[in-house]
């Protein structure tokens, strides 16, 4: 089984408002992702989590706050978004080991949209 | 010059033809490489890995990769319409979990 699952499916904000965006997997995965994937174009890294420990930090604005509450769940926060913000967020789980072979397994998406 | 590089298309094949759909990438050291197809407004589906130079087949798809050449490539033989979708070319940069994704390249197979 290679599932993750993302909730919720589709989210509207505002940009004063506070919201969290949530990812799971239950694969034994000791790698977590964010992504970021605006229209025509490819993902783009935001956050990796390795072990639960966050690994990189691809210069996100602090507007957008991860956490990893434990190896099978992964969060983010976001506060005060823009329009520009507006994007398919995509979460992806990995085994985790090393040897440059990771395989990254993606999950549905979530589609935000900030009014 | 961009880390990993795809042609955006559109690539238009009949259907039952051979798809060829192509990546070069820049860093030497990269590791393991990846093909994602990506239906409009879903995510991206792993389709293939390759890790060593040669080919790697698995049903209808081959992936080849030549590290000299920095140059990986997926086949795709007897295309179906259902194959209509972005493929994704992925390269590991880093010793690690980095993954660099190419832009993609949009494939139509035409009934």
């Known amino acids: 089984d290679t599932e993750v699952t993302q909730t919720p499916k589709h989210l509207v904000m505002g940009m004063t408002n506070k919201k969290s965006l949530k990812c799971e997997q239950h694969?034994?995965?000791?790698?977590m992702y964010w992504y970021k994937q605006k229209a025509k174009k490819p993902p783009e890294l935001m956050f990796v989590?390795?072990?639960?420990?966050?690994?990189i930090n691809e210069s996100v604005p602090s507007r957008f706050s991860p956490e990893c509450p434990n190896s099978s769940l992964l969060n983010l926060h976001l506060h005060a978004l823009q329009p520009e913000d507006s994007a398919l967020y995509l979460c992806?789980?990995?085994?985790?080991?090393?040897?440059?072979?990771?395989?990254?397994?993606f999950g549905p998406g979530t589609r935000l949209t900030v009014l | 010059q961009k880390e990993v590089e795809q042609n955006s298309g559109p690539l238009s094949v009949p259907e039952g033809a051979i798809a060829s759909l192509n990546c070069t990438y820049s860093d030497r050291g990269s590791q393991s490489f990846f093909w994602y197809r990506q239906y409009s407004g879903k995510s991206p589906e792993l389709i293939m890995f390759i890790y060593s130079n040669g080919d790697k087949e698995d049903g209808r798809f081959t992936a080849q990769l030549n590290k000299a050449s920095q140059y990986v490539s997926l086949l795709i033989r007897d295309s179906q319409p259902s194959d209509s979708a972005t493929y994704l070319c992925?390269?590991?940069?880093?010793?690690?979990?980095?993954?660099?994704f190419g832009a993609g390249t949009i494939l139509r197979v035409k009934s």
């Open positions: 694969m034994g995965h000791r790698a």
């Open positions: 992806a789980s990995s085994p985790g080991g090393s040897g440059g072979t990771d395989t990254q397994y």
């Open positions: 989590y390795s072990y639960e420990k966050l690994s």
């Open positions: 992925a390269v590991n940069i880093l010793y690690g979990n980095k993954l660099v």
